[in-house]
């Protein structure tokens, strides 16, 4: 089966649009969101859920969430951005991947990842009548963009509320968020968020 073209099928649906519909924006993480920001927010207002209970230790987490509420409040945007940040239970993702912890990253697990996060935006979009739900998880060279969106259309019919579909690492969108990142001097870390993800990562380097 040929691959779809999520960044064409995102184009056709931002040109059909009438008015500023409200985005529930599920974000990974500042540097992901960035360009994510600073394109959709031309054409929706965003609220950006800030759900991942795979981050570990809670440090980084907290990190990760100080350095995205201050993305928020100093990127120059034409539509409101809003930031909720979701409660920390790390224990709601080692349920979901158990039995998976030696699959190698970008693989199944990820994969279970992907919709427990995206699942959590789902249910809040609904919850809170947003028109739309996305997510900046496609905006990564690393992450699999097909899969990711999906997910996201599968869980649109589940819970009655439309899916964004997206690949922002298309147009240059992922060294856009590296341009941004620099120019807001935003913390980029070497490693997915779980555990998983950096021994892997501290392996490749040698650590």
């Known amino acids: 089966m040929s691959k779809v073209n999520y960044q064409y099928k995102l184009d056709e649906l931002i040109n059909s649009l009438g ?42 987490f ?40 030696h699959i190698k990253e970008g693989g199944e697990r990820c994969f279970v990842c992907y919709r427990l996060r995206l699942g959590r935006a789902a249910e809040y979009a609904k919850k809170y009548n947003f028109d739309y739900f996305c997510t900046t998880l496609s905006i990564s060279p690393l992450k699999n963009a097909q899969k990711i969106n999906e997910i996201g259309e599968e869980l649109s019919e589940i819970y009655a509320v439309r899916f964004l579909p997206s690949d922002f690492k298309k147009k ?11 120019e807001y001097d935003l913390y980029r870390q070497n490693y997915c968020g779980c555990v998983f993800s950096k021994a892997e990562s501290n392996t490749e380097q040698g650590e």
């Open 172 to 182: 240059g969108g992922y060294q856009r968020s590296v341009e941004l990142s620099r």
């Open 62 to 101: 907290i990190k990760r969430a100080e350095e995205q509420q201050r993305l928020i409040s100093q990127m120059k945007v034409k539509n409101p951005v809003s930031l909720v940040v979701d409660e920390y239970d790390a224990q709601e993702f080692f349920d979901a991947v158990k039995g998976m912890e």
């Open 19 to 60: 008015c500023t519909p409200r985005l529930l924006l599920h974000s990974c993480c500042a540097p992901c969101s960035s360009y994510c920001l600073e394109y959709l927010s031309q054409y929706f207002s965003i609220t950006v859920l800030y759900y991942n209970p795979n981050i570990s230790p809670k440090e980084e």
